[in-house]
């Protein structure tokens, strides 16, 4: 697997050569978009407004910042090089929390860490951090921007975590209102959520609508039409109370039926196992 930064985690004097690998895959149907009649793919041209439109080779594109308009002072590679010092290069952690700290809305990308030497530093500060139930918080400069860190061990492996930093994280837009809640409708929604409540499985979810778009491009490739499924139709209820009795009513009838189709699955993977032997 290709590494997304390789650099140094630092903490106190102790220095470990790691690498990070993204964790996440793109797992998006890519689109091309091309012109309807000729069925050929669009290109995107890199044209200057001062050069009457005329093409610009990637040799002499330069990032540049506008202080005031149409004004510009231009930064190259070794520009940027002079900025960045040896520390910012580095992954330096500051201080430890207690990992609960972290509100997710400040979560962004995540990163296996793999050390490139140091391996018992490495493998100390999993330990420890596990034990103690702490993450460390550090700061480096990746590309053209500096990234706030979160580094967390959980069964033996490091992550990292890139956050933003809070004046990234846009404040609530919806304005407090008051509202006294009624006693009934609250105990009728704690029960709709307690009747709806059990353990979470990552893996019993998938990308339905990613399959749907798979099997629309093979029945355009086969020529055939795509075809709507059927939705059931749901009667609209006005009435709150209402609307929570029936969602309770629907969710005992649904967990009914999941219990019935789990009895039926684990049956017949008795039989099978039965028949093996």
């Given at each position: 697997m290709a590494y997304?930064?390789?650099?140094?985690?630092?903490?106190?004097?102790?220095?470990?050569?790691?690498t990070l690998h993204v964790v996440i895959k793109n797992n998006d149907i890519s689109f091309h978009l091309i012109?309807?009649?000729?069925?050929?793919r669009i290109m995107y041209k890199k044209?200057?407004?001062?050069?009457d439109e005329k093409e610009v080779e990637q040799e002499d594109i330069v990032?540049?910042?506008?202080?005031?308009?149409?004004?510009?002072?231009?930064?190259?590679d070794e520009d940027f090089k002079k900025v960045k010092s040896k520390k910012d290069s580095?992954?330096?952690?500051?201080?430890?929390?207690?990992i609960n700290e972290i509100d997710p809305i400040y979560y962004d990308k995540a990163y296996y860490v793999v050390p490139t030497g140091a391996d018992y530093a490495f493998n100390l500060l999993?330990?420890?951090?596990?034990?103690?139930?702490?993450?460390?918080?550090?700061?480096?400069?990746m590309g053209f921007k500096e990234n706030l860190i979160l580094i967390r061990a959980q069964r033996g492996i490091m992550l990292l975590n890139t956050l933003y930093f809070d004046e990234e994280v846009q404040k609530n837009p919806r304005k407090e209102v008051k509202v006294e809640i009624?006693?009934?409708?609250?105990?009728?929604?704690?029960?709709?959520?307690?009747?709806?409540?059990?353990k979470f499985k990552i893996e019993e979810f998938k990308d339905e609508y990613r399959q749907k778009i798979q099997n629309a491009i093979e029945?355009?490739?086969?020529?055939?039409?795509?075809?709507?499924?059927?939705?059931?139709?749901?009667?609209?209820?006005?009435?709150l109370m209402d609307a929570l009795l029936k969602s309770l009513e629907n969710n005992k009838k649904l967990k009914a039926d999941l219990n019935k189709e789990r009895k039926k699955v684990n049956h017949e993977k008795t039989k099978t196992a039965w028949n093996i032997i």
């Open positions: 997304s930064y390789k650099g140094a985690i630092t903490f106190g004097l102790i220095y470990i050569p790691i012109d309807k009649k000729t069925n050929t044209t200057c407004v001062g050069c990032k540049a910042y506008e202080y005031e308009s149409g004004k510009y002072v231009q930064f190259n580095n992954i330096t952690i500051m201080q430890f929390i207690d999993i330990l420890a951090m596990e034990q103690q139930k702490k993450a460390g918080i550090a700061k480096c400069v009624k006693e009934k409708e609250l105990e009728l929604a704690k029960n709709l959520i307690e009747s709806m409540s059990q029945s355009k490739i086969a020529g055939k039409q795509i075809i709507t499924p059927k939705e059931e139709k749901t009667n609209k209820v006005i009435n």
